[in-house]
């Protein structure tokens, strides 16, 4: 693989991530754009791996989704419904993640009280 075709690559991961976290956290691209300062055109060009989205905008990403930049880069943690069976559990954790994530220490305690009462049933 010639460096031209590893960027297209590395391009498509992180776009067709950013597309996949940004949809289950149910977050427009209007959205989105306006959040990173990018235009919707721009940010849609990222998200379909037509432009490499730079290191501030990726840093900027990881902060709004409140995960670690290394995550755009891994090509099997988000993938579509077309290339993998389980993508609907991974959906769901990913949104129950998000969930509490903004949770307090109190209500997390809630939550898991809950859960395991849930599993018990």
Known sequence: MDKRQEKDKVDYIVGRNVYFIRETRRISRDELATMLGLTTSH???IERGARGATAVTLSKLSKIFNIHVGNFFDDSKYVSPED???ADSKIKKLKINSVLTTLSERDLDV??????GLMVM
């Open 43 to 45: 940010l849609g060009l």
């Open 84 to 86: 993998d069976p389980d």
């Open 111 to 116: 939550v898991l009280h809950l859960v395991k």
